[in-house]
């Protein structure tokens, strides 16, 4: 053997050895019964060791052994299980955590009464002047408050002050007096956007907006004051805080303002940002009353570019939402006095200005997250997408929530490279399906169709919407991923159950298949040697128990880069 080889072979014998130099150990090393990878090379190891914030090294017992030092930490789970850290592929963290710090906070399933009783609470505590802002109040209680009448009681539970509370899908207001007046919304002063329910008796606004009406009455929010820069950096860090506790390391924020941006840009600076984060500057805007959007925010994005933040993607509107007949379908909506027989609901952009735009955020070398409810809207999407990759272009595309596709376009996901982010925490059976049935008949029932695509080989990926859901708990999604019903046991019965997928499928569904969709997949999403160390430890395995009960499952702790950022 040549000196050179004797060489090489010292050093190899040496990066196995027992105890290494310091330099080259092990920072911590975890073992335990069950570590899943949601690697397809290896799905269950033994072990995995981490240095520098990274994965060294993933495997058997003994050999990850290998990497311990003097100063390694040791972390045996021993029957408890690790998976990696969870990722949401979307959401709006930073108005979960302005929902709790700064606003009235209502649970979807408060009637009229109970409402106005929280308001009338608030509002003892505030001066005579100040916004009273919150939510959320449930769709299907919408038509009911639709009335003058209605809005009186509001004014009269506020003592006069503003109000603006949405509605579950964050896509719709109710405002009060004050709130319609400060917004300068009349009868005879109308908003061009979206739809102002009037009073049918005295043709009145009732203070019932929905998608882009309500936006002047953010405005006028706005323009009271709003939140300072601090109050936007501790919405974000609420918002990381509360995804940690539930063992979420990654996340897309669907839409997102400047505020946002820079408060996550600021946590990140000071080294408090526990999560990989990519951002969706708004291209057009129906509901969030932002300011800047469009070209002038997308100019803006690198500005806030930091490690861990990426403001890598775009998020456009392209249709509202079902049950206010909002969103657009090849088959028209259940007839209605308004809307007639014949209504598809309409999208935002035509063929040629979706294209523009998505032609130019991939020349910029930026994503697009689109919104489609309908799948009217979502043929466009992928009409779009068959002409930008004709053109050469490999921009990720998402279509966000893909609740509604038709049989022909599933496949076409696969064929074009286009992503499914799904929110399976809406459309488990209970209010919103109950909203969709009204409006869509039979078609309610097949929504999610996450076999069929999985079985075409799409990209599904994982995200929650919360705070239109309640929860960010990746948990309850797994679990209505498997069973198709309801994890809370709010509503009986199961939505389509012949797309139901398998646990092992949920996972990377919420874990490599979201990090690959916003573009993060090199750098977390799965426990692999060069990614980051980002895992969560949960009290059982989870995946390999009875599919009822995965939410009974709990969150032990949460780890970001190696560090230990949530512990039960």
């Known amino acids: 053997m040549t000196d050179a080889a004797d060489d090489v072979a010292r050093r190899r014998e040496d990066d196995f050895a027992p105890a290494l130099a310091t330099s080259l150990a092990a920072d911590l090393i975890v073992t335990g019964a069950v570590i899943r990878t949601a690697d397809r090379a290896r799905p269950v190891v033994e072990a995995f060791a981490v240095r520098d914030g990274r994965i060294a090294a993933v495997g058997s017992l003994s050999a990850v052994s290998a990497h311990r030092g003097p100063a390694t930490r040791m972390l045996d789970v021993g029957g408890a299980a690790v998976y990696p850290g969870f990722v949401d592929v979307h959401n709006h963290h930073a108005l979960a955590g302005r929902t709790e710090l700064f606003e009235l906070s209502l649970p979807p399933s408060l009637g ?132 940690n506790s539930f063992g979420i390391t990654t996340f897309q924020d669907a839409g997102v303002s400047t505020d946002i941006l820079a408060a996550l840009a600021a946590l990140d600076d000071a080294g408090d940002l526990n999560a990989w984060v990519v951002s969706s500057l708004l291209v057009n805007d129906e509901i969030f009353g932002f300011d800047p959007i469009g070209r002038s925010l997308i100019d803006r994005g690198e500005e806030f570019r930091t490690p861990h933040h990426r403001p890598d993607f775009v998020k456009i509107f392209l249709d509202g939402v079902p049950p206010a007949r909002t969103a657009s379908f090849l088959e028209p909506y259940v007839a209605d006095a308004v809307h007639g027989a014949h209504f598809h609901g309409e999208t935002t952009m035509t063929f040629d200005e979706l294209h523009g735009w998505l032609r130019g955020v991939a020349e910029r070398g930026l994503g697009a997250k689109v919104h489609c409810t309908g799948d009217g809207s979502a043929r466009l999407v992928l009409d779009v997408a068959e002409r930008i990759r004709a053109e050469g272009f490999t921009t990720p595309i998402q279509i966000a929530h893909g609740q509604f596709l038709a049989d022909a376009d599933i496949p076409r996901l696969a064929a074009l490279d286009v992503s499914a982010d799904i929110s399976p925490f809406i459309w488990f059976p209970g209010v919103i399906p109950q909203a969709l049935a009204e409006v869509l008949g039979e078609r309610a029932e097949h929504s999610q169709p996450n076999r069929a695509l999985l079985d075409v080989g799409a990209l599904v990926a994982g995200g929650s919407d ?34 139901a997928i398998t646990a092992e499928e949920a996972l990377e569904v919420f874990t490599i298949n979201a990090a690959t969709a916003m573009g993060l997949g090199a750098h977390t999403g799965s426990l692999a040697v060069g990614k980051s160390a980002d895992f969560v430890v949960l009290d059982r395995d989870a995946v390999s128990g009875p599919a009822e009960q995965i939410i009974d499952a709990r969150v032990l702790s949460t780890w970001f880069a190696g560090r230990e950022v949530y512990s039960a």
Do not use: M
Request: aromatic share 4%; hydrophobic share 40%; net charge negative.
């Open 466 to 499: 919360w705070p239109v859901c309640e929860s960010p708990n990746t948990l309850e999604g797994l679990q209505g991923l498997v069973t198709r019903a309801d994890p809370l046991g709010r509503a009986p019965g199961t939505l389509w159950p012949e797309q």
């Open 112 to 243: 009229l009464d109970e409402i106005l009783d929280r308001v009338r609470e608030k509002a003892a505590t505030l001066p005579d002047d100040a916004w009273i802002i919150g939510g959320v109040v449930a769709t299907t209680l919408l038509p009911s408050l639709a009335n003058t009448a209605t809005r009186r009681r509001l004014d009269e539970a506020a003592g006069g002050r503003p109000v603006v509370i949405v509605e579950d899908s964050r896509h719709n207001r109710w405002a009060n007096s004050r709130a319609l007046e400060l917004a300068g919304i009349t009868a005879d002063s109308i908003p061009a956007g979206g739809v102002t329910v009037l009073d049918p008796d005295d043709g009145t606004p009732t203070g019932v907006l929905l998608e882009a009406a309500g936006i002047p009455v953010q405005e006028a929010y706005d323009r009271s004051g709003g939140l300072t820069p601090e109050q936007h950096v501790a919405a974000s860090r609420r918002g990381v805080e509360l995804l």
